[in-house]
């Protein structure tokens, strides 16, 4: 489903002493979880830190009366659209625990967060920053130029961005034939997932990633790609069984966790033509997605170089003929945490984000009311017994001299 290594990631990155972010820290965690991130993820962040100097600047490219120029124009500035990388500042989502989010507006390099992939956008339609855009782009490009037979499909879509990106490159070439298959929860993860990372946590808690499939729907709709478009609501072990048996030239996978990409590959993979690619958003930030892969990967001898897109996207271009084979009972897989059947969680209504301004005034708030009835307390006593306070207050002044 939705992305999550790379906020931990960012996260990490903004308590670092970089020059983007020393400014101002992008977001606040407990000291413990800074600790762990700068002992355990040092790896992790000298790849995070190169993919950010090396993100590309948030910029499209002039209009040319060529159409293969105003064709990649286009899709240049659908991309900064995507991300909300078209004005000059965006604002940025930030996490806390048990599901607390933030908002905080990104300025001057602070956008090259967004930029990287590195954060949650608060409007954004994608996590996944632009360099993966353009290799997606790069992917759907090449398939439909080498007549790679079948469809597309995203598995883990949030709010559409990258499957919309994925229809407009067709649509530009005018490959209406293939169909982009859009799967998600569409409520969120269900309880556990992401649990098994302690940098994670557990996802479920954040209904930020919970977004309706109409939601999804009307971002289609609003950027003019209705058309070839199928949705796959559901949680995957409920959904990608019934996906087994048909053909793929693109398969995205953006589940985050074992269960998710193990299932994913089993049911979609044998159905991938040869050239067809395999794109996986979190190989490189999270465990348990790269320990699904590589399984995968060494259990049906696919010996395809796997290639980086950035510091946590991967992917390889199938090149042998050799069959894997369909999973033969629905293809369900034992979730890593051990929990049983994916059940959705209980969401809240209220989907706005507060700002980090807010939610310090809200805690200066609470801590003046906290002193004021303890100040109305003290006062009530005074009144009930005028001599009992400073009877209290002299013996503590007594305790404290001897």
Same mark, same amino acid.
């Given at each position: 489903?939705?992305?999550?290594?790379?906020?931990?990631?960012? #996260?990490?990155?903004?308590?670092?002493?970089?020059?983007?972010?020393?400014?101002?820290? !992008?977001?606040?965690?407990?000291?413990?979880?800074?600790?762990?991130?700068?002992? =355990?993820?040092?790896?992790?962040? #000298?790849?995070?830190?190169?993919?950010?100097?090396?993100?590309?600047?948030?910029?499209?490219?002039?209009?040319?009366?060529?159409?293969?120029?105003?064709?990649?124009?286009?899709?240049?500035?659908?991309?900064?659209?995507?991300?909300?990388?078209?004005?000059?500042?965006?604002?940025?989502?930030?996490?806390?625990?048990?599901?607390?989010?933030?908002?905080?507006?990104?300025?001057?390099?602070?956008?090259? &967060?967004?930029?990287?992939?590195?954060?949650?956008?608060?409007?954004? &339609?994608?996590?996944?920053?632009?360099?993966? %855009?353009?290799?997606?782009?790069?992917?759907?490009?090449?398939?439909?130029?080498?007549?790679?037979?079948?469809?597309?499909?995203?598995?883990?879509?949030?709010?559409?961005?990258?499957?919309? %990106?994925?229809?407009?490159?067709?649509?530009?070439?005018?490959?209406? #034939?293939?169909?982009?298959?859009?799967?998600?929860?569409?409520?969120?993860?269900?309880?556990?997932?992401?649990?098994?990372?302690?940098?994670?946590?557990?996802?479920? =808690?954040?209904?930020? %990633?919970?977004?309706?499939?109409?939601?999804?729907?009307?971002?289609?709709?609003?950027?003019?790609?209705?058309?070839?478009? =199928?949705?796959?609501?559901?949680?995957?072990?409920?959904?990608?069984?019934?996906?087994?048996?048909?053909?793929?030239?693109?398969?995205? !996978?953006?589940?985050?966790?074992?269960?998710?990409?193990?299932?994913?590959?089993?049911?979609?993979?044998?159905?991938?033509?040869?050239?067809?690619?395999?794109?996986?958003?979190?190989?490189?930030?999270?465990?348990?997605?790269?320990?699904?892969?590589?399984?995968?990967?060494?259990?049906?001898?696919?010996?395809?170089?796997?290639? $980086?897109?950035?510091?946590?996207?991967? +992917?390889?271009?199938?090149?042998?003929?050799?069959?894997?084979?369909?999973?033969?009972?629905?293809?369900?897989?034992?979730?890593?945490?051990?929990?049983?059947?994916? +059940?959705?969680?209980?969401?809240? #209504? $209220?989907?706005?984000?507060?700002?980090?301004?807010?939610?310090?005034?809200?805690?200066?708030?609470? $801590?003046?009311?906290?002193?004021?009835?303890?100040?109305?307390? $003290?006062?009530?006593?005074?009144?009930?017994?005028?001599?009992?306070?400073?009877?209290?207050?002299?013996?503590?002044? %007594?305790?404290?001299?001897?």
């Amino acid at each position: 489903m939705c992305p999550a290594g790379w906020v931990i990631l960012g #996260e990490a990155l903004a308590r670092a002493e970089s020059p983007i972010t020393a400014r101002k820290p !992008l977001y606040h965690r407990p000291q413990r979880a800074m600790t762990d991130a700068s002992t =355990t993820d040092s790896p992790r962040l #000298e790849a995070a830190r190169a993919s950010l100097s090396a993100a590309r600047a948030a910029r499209a490219r002039g209009v040319r009366p060529d159409p293969e120029e105003l064709r990649s124009a286009y899709l240049d500035l659908l991309k900064l659209c995507l991300c909300d990388l078209a004005c000059a500042s965006t604002v940025s989502v930030g996490r806390g625990q048990d599901g607390l989010v933030w908002s905080r507006e990104l300025h001057g390099d602070e956008v090259r &967060l967004r930029s990287a992939g590195m954060d949650w956008p608060l409007t954004g &339609l994608t996590m996944i920053g632009l360099a993966r %855009l353009d290799d997606l782009q790069t992917c759907v490009e090449s398939v439909v130029r080498d007549g790679v037979e079948g469809d597309l499909i995203e598995v883990g879509a949030w709010r559409g961005g990258a499957s919309i %990106l994925m229809r407009a490159t067709l649509d530009s070439l005018d490959a209406d #034939e293939r169909t982009v298959y859009v799967a998600d929860s569409f409520q969120g993860f269900p309880p556990g997932d992401g649990a098994a990372d302690p940098r994670v946590g557990d996802l479920s =808690t954040f209904d930020f %990633l919970a977004v309706p499939v109409d939601e999804v729907r009307a971002n289609f709709a609003r950027l003019g790609y209705e058309r070839g478009v =199928t949705f796959v609501p559901g949680f995957f072990e409920e959904t990608m069984p019934g996906l087994t048996g048909r053909r793929w030239s693109l398969i995205r !996978l953006d589940g985050d966790t074992y269960a998710a990409t193990r299932l994913a590959l089993r049911c979609l993979y044998p159905g991938l033509s040869v050239g067809g690619h395999l794109v996986v958003d979190d190989y490189g930030s999270l465990d348990e997605c790269r320990r699904a892969v590589d399984e995968f990967r060494a259990e049906h001898g696919i010996v395809e170089p796997l290639e $980086e897109v950035d510091f946590t996207g991967a +992917r390889w271009r199938r090149e042998s003929d050799t069959p894997v084979e369909w999973p033969t009972h629905g293809g369900a897989e034992p979730h890593a945490n051990g929990r049983g059947a994916a +059940r959705a969680v209980a969401r809240s #209504e $209220e989907r706005r984000v507060p700002t980090i301004h807010e939610l310090n005034l809200a805690r200066e708030n609470e $801590e003046l009311r906290a002193r004021l009835a303890t100040a109305e307390a $003290e006062l009530g006593e005074l009144r009930a017994s005028p001599l009992r306070a400073p009877r209290r207050w002299l013996r503590r002044r %007594l305790g404290r001299l001897g």
